[in-house]
Each structure stands twice: as C-alpha cells, then as structure tokens.
C-alpha cells in the first residue's frame, strides 16, 4: 500500500515538468509584454530552462567522475528525488519576490533553480518507478507516468493564462493583478514540491545503494550512434520547444489575426496536445498482444486524445471573446489522420519512424512558410504531432548494441536537452533581424538532420528489427 501512495505522488511530478515546459509558451509572450523585450531576450526562458537541465546533468557527471559514484545510486532514488523537489522549490520560492522587484535576470534564474531540480527529479524518475511495483509490470507505470506528463502539457498553457491574465479577460491588464495572480501560481507550486519531498523523505523502503567505487571512462563515445543520437537529441528538444516558444510572436502578427499574448492559450495547448495524441498512437503497440487489436487502438486513440484536448479547451474558452476553437481545431483533424497513417506504415521499426515522421515534420513546415493565416498555422502545430514519439525513436537507436556503455550513453543523451536552451533563442534572434515567420526556416533544417539520422540509423541496423519503446 505504501508502494502504491509513493508511485501516485512521483507520477503527479511527471504532470509538473509537462506543466512548467509548456506554460513557457504562455510565459514567454507575456514576459516580453512587460518587461518590453527582444524575441531574442524573451527566448532567454527556454535558454535558462533547458539550460538548467544540463548542467544540472554535467553536474551529476563531474561528480560520478570526482567520486567514483553515481549520486542517485549512492543516495537512493526516494532521498534523490526529494532533494531535486526541494531545489525546485526553492527555484518557485525565488520567482515571487523576482517578478515583483521587476527584474528579469531574477526571473531567468528563478527558471534555472527550478530546471535544476527537474533535472534530479528526472534523473531518480524511471528507476524509481520501476522499484515501485512488480518487475514485470515497470514499463506500464511508465506508460502511465508518460501519459500523465502529456495531459500537463495540454492543461498548463491554460491553467497559466488563467493565473497571468485573471480569467482571461482581455480587458484585465492591470500589472498588480497579474503579479498577484502569479504569486497564488507559484505559492501552490512550492507547497506542492515542499510536501511530496516530506511525503519521499518519510518513507522506508529498501533500496540498494552503491558501496564500490566506478571507474570513469568516455568510451561510449566511440560509437557513431551514440554520438549522431546525441546531436538528434539536441535538435530535437530544440526544434520541438522552438516552435511553441515563438509561436506568440507568430500569432501576434496581423497575418495571423494579430492574437493577443492572453488569448493564444488553445494554440499551446493544442501544441502540446499534439504530443499526447502522437504518443497516445505509439503506445498501442504495448497495449495488447493481438496485431488487429492494437490497429484499432492505433487509429483510435489519438481521436480520443484528440477529443480531450478540444472539451478542455472547449470549456475554458467558453464565452471569451475573440477565441473561435472550430476554426482550427477541427480543421487539425486532418492532420491527425495524416499521423495515424504514417504511424501505420512505420510503428514497427524506430528507425523507419523517426524517419518517416521527420519527412512528414519538414514537408509541414515548410508547408506553414509557404502558406498563410490558418492554413499555415495548422501546419506549423502539426509539429507536436511530428514530434511526439522521436524521443524514445533517437534513443532507441542512439543506445544500440552499446552493451555495458548503455548507462554512460544515457547520461550523455540526457544532457542534450541543451538543445532546448540554444536552438529557441537563436530563431528569436533569427527573427529580430528578418521576420518571425521567416525565422521558422530553422524548423525544417532540424527536421532534415532527424530524417538523416533515421536514414542512417535504419540503413545500419538492417535486417534487424527495433521495436519504439514507449
């Protein structure tokens, strides 16, 4: 029973960092509002946050390389879990007192606290999740702690628009009502981070920790896919945040209908959602042993996960003035059917999907520069659901074959959630010198790094077949 009351209270973090990486979108535009700044400065989020999660990796590897132990096995997943919690929140303790002094570099590194503490929170997560039930039933906890993370990428855009913008009224700018707003956002986060760490902290259970010392090497490096997969991994966070992170900018644009920051909440949500549709249709494939059973969950699943998006959206847009949800989410519809028969084609081979999917990605993109209004902001969304399943792709095969190298490989692939720190601050700078719709052309030169990698990936791994794990 204490097994099962530990596993709810880590699975509900998972919600937390599908909540913080999406609200950016929502942040974003609203730090550049008021604190009137570049899109350049304003990508500066993304650059801390992501930021914080790799050096809070080269961290965790300078000091396996220094002590000859791995800080988590040393430790114990619980007791790391909870310092990772408590680092978070003080990271959320800091954001108060920074947005009301009205300094943006306090902001920046209230963001890289809280990244920091994901970083060890995510580092303990997979292997403490395992250790909480059977064995043999570890990776549908995982599955489940998955499709938790990615209904809080859908529902965090518009529970911060609710707290930045007081019920989303677009006459409600006042910036000490706002500021209130975010002080009750981010004291509930401390509160939240400050007892699941009691809760960690308080509990017995029998792990084992590391005793002997590990002798520090860098040859899993030697491998060509290892060190491919890395830059996919980096191009990847990158080019998946870079698109929603300037996204406000987009749609604020008179092309676009010029969108105020308060109101493009059902467009970052839809983002996001995208990736719970997308990840929803990967994880048929371990739902059930029956080949025809898991076609139909295949082609049903992201309908339903499609629905869930709409009715949340649907209920918190209701009556608000100037947020028309037909116009383009059912329109998106298409574009689901367009994943789910690529899915089909390629669901069985990581390889082929990554490859697949990352043609589909660029051809979209380039879509969305080639078009305009919603036509073109249909395909520029259509990147969540071209996203949603290369994680677990690039990492499939960035891992192959590597054998004893595999945990080694694991960290350095970690690390290069950097790309999430680079990539969305150099489109904003990219569209500070020409346009933020020409700046887009970033979006379709990461895809076709993806496809290549693929390309790559499945032309060496012939003959041999690597189910996605999801």
């Not at 518009?158 to 700018?173: E, P």
Request: include cysteine; proline fraction near 3%.
């Amino acid at each position: 029973m204490q097994k099962q009351s530990t596993f709810y209270a880590v699975v509900s973090i998972f919600f937390f960092w599908g909540f913080m990486a999406a609200s950016n979108g929502i942040f974003i535009p609203f730090c550049k509002d008021h604190f009137q700044l570049s899109q350049f400065q304003s990508q500066l989020i993304d650059s801390t946050f992501y930021g914080g999660y790799f050096i809070g990796s080269l961290l965790l590897f300078l000091y396996t390389a220094f002590r000859k132990k791995d800080f988590v096995n040393e430790h114990g997943y619980a007791k790391s879990f909870s310092f990772g919690l408590i680092i978070s929140a003080v990271g959320a303790l800091c954001m108060i007192p920074s947005l009301h002094i009205g300094s943006y570099g306090l902001i920046l590194t209230s963001f890289f606290v809280i990244a920091l503490g994901f970083c060890l929170q995510q580092t303990a997560a997979n292997p403490f999740v395992i250790l909480l039930g059977e064995e043999r039933t570890g990776a549908h906890r995982l599955n489940l702690a998955g499709g938790v993370n990615s209904f809080g990428t859908t529902i965090g855009p518009l529970i911060v628009a609710y707290f930045l913008f007081g019920g989303i009224s677009v006459t409600n700018t006042a910036n000490t009502v706002e500021l209130k707003n975010v002080d009750t956002l981010y004291g509930i986060l401390i509160v939240l981070f400050l007892a699941l760490a009691f809760l960690l902290r308080s509990i017995k259970m029998e792990e084992k920790l590391q005793t002997k010392e590990q002798n520090f090497s860098l040859a899993a490096l030697k491998y060509p896919q290892l060190v491919m997969g890395m830059i996919a991994i980096f191009v990847y966070v990158g080019v998946e945040v870079t698109i929603q992170s300037n996204m406000g900018a987009l749609l604020n644009t008179p092309e676009y209908g010029s969108i105020p920051s308060e109101l493009i909440f059902p467009f970052i949500s839809l983002y996001w959602g995208s990736l719970m549709m997308g990840r929803w249709t990967g994880a048929s494939e371990s739902l059930s042993e029956n080949a025809g059973t898991r076609k139909i969950l295949q082609a049903v699943l992201p309908f339903i996960a499609f629905a869930v998006v709409y009715a949340v959206n649907y209920f918190k847009a209701s009556g608000v003035e100037g947020v028309h949800l037909n116009d383009v989410f059912l329109p998106y519809l298409g574009f689901v059917l367009l994943m789910v028969l690529v899915s089909y084609f390629s669901i069985e081979n990581s390889a082929k999907m990554l490859l697949a999917f990352s043609v589909a990605a660029a051809a979209c993109m380039v879509g969305g520069m080639m078009t305009s209004g919603n036509t073109s902001l249909l395909f520029f969304l259509s990147g969540g659901l071209w996203c949603s399943v290369m994680w677990p792709c690039i990492f499939a095969q960035a891992i192959k074959n590597l054998g004893e190298h595999t945990s080694q490989a694991s960290s350095f692939l970690i690390m290069m959630i950097l790309g999430g720190a680079v990539i969305p601050p150099f489109q904003g700078w990219l569209a500070d010198v020409t346009s933020i719709k020409v700046s887009y052309i970033i979006t379709p030169l990461c895809f076709a790094y993806l496809a290549y990698y693929g390309w790559w990936a499945l032309r060496n791994n012939k003959g041999e077949e690597a189910k996605v794990s999801h």
